[in-house]
């Protein structure tokens, strides 16, 4: 008899996200879970509270395999809605409280969402998106904010009574879609089950050291699947307390790591870069931040240094993923930040990743090829896109599209998304080699590398660098030192100083709408 056959033994076998909370909130009923301004939950206090969203929102009419769009800000109620619908079957879909009433609408009628949570600040873009393609909207109260008026309130959801919902996830049900925000002109929605992401939870508690004494700061957007999946799912599982905030500035950061104790922070090098900036870390050293985290793009190892010198006891890890892979695909751990800097580390318990050429053969070492992997913290596919899930999946491995070398120590780097290769003048420079280089200087503080059409150069190498405050050098300066470290062709054809980088919600700078604005520019 197999599993299939007999639903009794499919149900005692139940793996889901849901059940995952349920025995935490067993294991762990005393222990504070939840810190959110005013805000303090157990984890009782929270498995309680999702039992009684997941019967409100079926008194509503959500029902299993249905998908459920928010936009919204870090909050408590995030935190629940993940969960409620989890433990319901619902298929959480996620999305970026920035975009436009327009890009909103896509995700929503692409995806067949039934209904929208938002929060107070989304409110006014959610009801432009959803007008006659989504209905109900639901209220979620915000870290300091109370629900949006004239859309259904947080109160009216939550069912009173203590009788726990039946769980109705399982592991190989459609958990979420989280649409990428690559650069097609519409994003997809990556497929990822319940299977998926435990998988790589298991991944992130084992190298990345979650424990149950962890205290965690998250900072970053909840929408974006590394901070929803890497960081605050491990630590509920292991039963951590995780103290969640909406705003991710130094002003907002740094109070938060004092007041808590935090010990545990991930955040993407440009928010570590602010944190170093600001005049609030004079008081850094009566921090007890031991745990470092950061991903999107690499650490300059200039600011490694001066994170070792304002923290002493802080330990970092590089995570390195993308969506698809829910997200995490390698690591490099805190021992290996010097010997092993710029790299994206190896792979992670649960996935397996080679560098290969076009023919799916493994590369040299020291050669470019593209990063592949085998995993079942993988995506089952793309929504509604056969095609670009059968490009993704060719040959057995899922494709990322970024391009890497491999040392013989097995350590990956990553050179560059294939598109960020800039090909100038017949050779080809990869964008992240010439940040490197740059960030080497002692003025520059930010920095992004981007090859915009010329007439001659086909691709000009162009860098847009941010100063560090009070800085005085110039850009003859700064390119007199790019000529010192680089070959010629590498060189910039330009340096364009700037006051700020475009960066999306999760901190990661977005070249395209450098690409975009300039590519004019030689023109």
């Known amino acids: 008899m197999t599993v299939a056959d007999s639903p009794l033994i499919g149900t005692a076998r139940r793996q889901s996200l849901g059940a995952v909370l349920r025995r935490t909130g ?83 009628d692409d995806s067949g969402a039934c209904a929208l949570f938002l929060d107070a600040e989304a409110a006014d873009v959610g009801r432009q998106a959803a007008a006659d393609i989504v ?11 109370t629900p949006p008026d004239g859309i259904l ?6 069912v009173e009574g203590d009788t726990p919902f039946v769980d109705a996830g399982d592991a190989d049900a459609l958990l979420q879609i989280i649409y990428t ?34 205290v965690a700061l998250h900072a970053m957007p909840l929408f974006h699947c590394a901070q929803l999946d890497c960081m605050l799912g491990p630590a509920l599982q292991v039963g951590a307390l995780n103290v969640i905030t909406a705003t991710a500035t ?27 900036r600001s005049p609030l870390i004079a008081d850094a050293g ?5 745990k470092g985290y950061y991903g999107a793009s690499i650490m300059p190892v200039e600011v490694l240094g001066e994170l070792q010198t304002v923290f ?107 598109k960020d290769m800039i090909k100038t003048g017949g050779e080809n420079v990869s964008s992240r080699e010439v940040e490197e280089a ?21 691709e000009a190498v162009t860098a847009f660098v941010v100063r560090k405050e009070g800085w005085p050098a110039d850009t003859d300066d700064i390119m007199a030192h790019c000529q010192r470290q680089l070959s010629r062709f590498k060189i910039p054809k330009q340096i364009i100083l700037v006051e700020r980088l475009p960066r999306n919600a999760a901190g990661k700078i977005l070249k395209r709408d450098l690409r975009d604005a300039m590519k004019a520019h030689y023109l």
């Open 26 to 108: 067993m294991r762990n009923a005393a222990r504070p879970a939840i810190v959110c301004g005013g805000t303090h939950w157990t984890y009782a206090d929270l498995d309680a509270l999702v039992d009684r969203l997941a019967h409100g929102l079926a008194r509503h009419g959500i029902a299993p395999g249905q998908r459920v769009a928010m936009m919204s800000r870090n909050s408590h109620a995030f935190v629940a809605v993940r969960f409620a619908l989890a433990r319901m079957g619902v298929v959480l879909v996620p999305i970026n409280f920035m975009l436009q009433p327009d890009e909103v609408r896509y995700i929503l």
């Open 135 to 145: 209905a109900p909207l639901f209220g979620l109260p915000g870290e300091t904010s």
């Open 153 to 158: 309130s947080w109160e009216a959801l939550i």
């Open 181 to 214: 925000s690559g650069t097609e002109s519409r994003p997809k929605g990556a497929m990822l089950t319940h299977a998926a992401v435990l998988w790589e939870y298991q991944s992130c508690i084992i190298d990345c050291e979650w424990t149950p004494d962890t």
């Open 250 to 276: 130094p002003e907002r950061i740094l109070p938060l790591l004092a007041a808590h104790g935090v010990t545990s922070f991930f955040a993407p090098p440009t928010v570590w870069i602010a944190l170093l």
């Open 286 to 290: 009566a921090l007890r931040l031991a």
């Open 312 to 418: 002493p006891a802080l330990r970092l890890w590089n995570l390195y993923g993308q969506t698809e892979i829910a997200p995490v695909a390698t690591i490099l751990f805190p021992d290996e930040q010097v010997a092993k800097a710029g790299s994206a580390g190896r792979p992670t318990v649960h996935v397996e990743t080679r560098i290969v050429d076009d023919a799916m053969a493994d590369v040299a070492v020291g050669a470019v090829g593209e990063v592949v992997h085998r995993s079942p913290q993988l995506m089952t596919g793309y929504w509604r896109n056969p095609e670009a899930t059968a490009a993704a999946f060719a040959g057995g491995w899922f494709h990322s599209g970024d391009l890497a070398t491999v040392d013989a120590d097995g350590y990956i780097t990553i050179v560059d998304r294939k």
């Open 438 to 458: 740059l960030y080497g200087h002692p003025a520059v503080s930010e920095v992004a590398v981007v090859g915009l059409p010329h007439p001659q150069w086909i």
